[in-house]
């Protein structure tokens, strides 16, 4: 049995345990998780059937049958062919795994077009949210996930390091230059593809977390936020470095910068089983309340990492998800100076059986050599 045929074969226990007859899955991360087939979602209707007994069912395109064959554990692949209409095709396998009358756990992402096909193609169903089953199964992560996590970690390192090394030579890129930079050294570390925008945040524009990257022009003593990660076989890095590429760093930062790293530690040192996901929250908070910034520490400690970069656990106060091993998250605490720079750190930790296994190990120190 391979990994995919396991997790479907696990997602068919827990819809048991909730009471549903079936996941009907639509290109996303469920969809990979439980065949092995990839995709991204498109105009026409594709669907992996996921009885609670039994053999699931894939619904495909004709075109992609060949592909589906080849990729996906699942021998049960029905196709339709442009012109057809594949909504008969959905009112045959529901009778055919007798859903027709079923409770349903559709994807949270299936587009509502297709949702609304399923609802009318099977009116006397009653439907739910895929999540109920799929989020407590991809929590923890199995060995080959891992091992994806793992590589995916070490190419935002190499990555990170090589682009701390340009020192003075980022002086004068623009923020869209350095974020080129970024990508190109990602792929030639071993990156397939960014798990999302590269985030050069120089200066002022460190302070707004989520800023991308702009036309702004690197200077010296500019504290850069940079904050990136690729995916390998589909799992995706996520690393935050906040560096000064030359030059002096403006008054305050290298307090800011340290109270960052100790947050950091705090967190990572508060991982541990047993504990809450709101435990980390709140031993990274304390470090920055206690040195005066709690105030700029405008969001969320850190964010579960899988299949998607993000997904539970989220470490946020509120949060009393009770943390396993096998469950990987980011710790990432940072001060955002409004128009003056922002300081994040983030790194990926794992839970182990006695504490964390830290995915990440670059510098974290803010100068350039
Ligand atoms: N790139 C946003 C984050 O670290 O969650
Ligand atoms: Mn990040
Ligand atoms: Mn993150």
Redesign the pocket.
């Known amino acids: 049995m391979n990994d995919f045929e396991r997790r479907a074969r696990a997602c068919q226990e827990r819809l048991e345990a909730v009471d549903a007859d079936a996941a009907v899955l639509f290109p996303s991360p469920n969809l990979y998780y439980a065949s092995g087939f990839h995709e991204e979602p498109a105009e026409r209707h594709l669907f992996l059937f996921v009885p609670e007994t039994g053999d699931p069912v894939f619904l495909v395109p004709k075109l992609y049958a060949s592909q589906i064959r080849d990729e996906s554990w699942v021998s049960d692949v029905r196709t339709w062919a442009d012109g057809d209409d594949p909504v008969e095709a959905v009112k045959t396998i529901a009778d055919d795994l007798d859903l027709a009358g079923g409770h349903l756990l559709v994807d949270d992402t299936m587009w509502a077009r297709f949702t609304q096909d399923l609802e009318a193609a099977l009116p006397d169903a009653t439907f739910g949210l895929a999540s109920e089953v799929f989020d407590d199964l991809r929590l923890r992560k199995d060995d080959t996930e891992l091992d994806a996590l793992r590589r995916a970690a070490e190419v935002s390192d190499q990555a990170s390091e090589e682009i701390r090394k340009l020192g003075g030579a980022a002086v004068g890129l623009t923020e869209r230059e350095l974020a080129e930079e970024i990508e190109s050294t990602l792929a030639g570390a071993g990156g397939g593809g960014l798990a ?1 925008d590269v ?1 050069v945040g120089s200066g002022p524009n460190g302070a707004k977390p ?1 800023h991308s990257h702009g036309d702004r022009e690197i200077q010296r003593g500019d504290p850069v936020v940079l ?1 990136f990660g690729a995916f390998v076989d589909h799992y995706p890095g ?1 690393q ?1 470095r906040t560096v000064v590429f030359a030059g002096d760093p403006p008054e305050g930062f290298e307090e800011v910068h340290r109270v960052v790293l100790e947050a950091l530690e705090a967190g990572v040192a508060a991982v541990e089983p047993g504990v809450e996901a709101q435990a980390v929250d709140r031993a990274t908070r304390r470090v920055i309340e206690d040195a005066g910034y709690g105030d700029e520490f405008i969001h969320r400690t850190g ?1 579960g990492v899988g299949l998607e ?2 997904e539970p656990p989220y470490i946020v106060e509120g949060n009393d998800q009770v943390l396993e091993p096998g469950m990987v998250f ?1 710790v ?1 605490p940072g001060i955002y100076l409004d128009g003056r720079f922002g300081v994040r750190i ?1 790194d990926l930790v794992v839970v182990t059986d006695d504490g964390c296994e830290r995915l990440n190990h670059s510098p974290r120190t803010w100068e350039s050599l």
Request: aromatic share 8%; charged share 35%.
């Open positions: 999302f985030i989520h904050d996520d935050t964010h970069v993000h980011s990432e983030e």
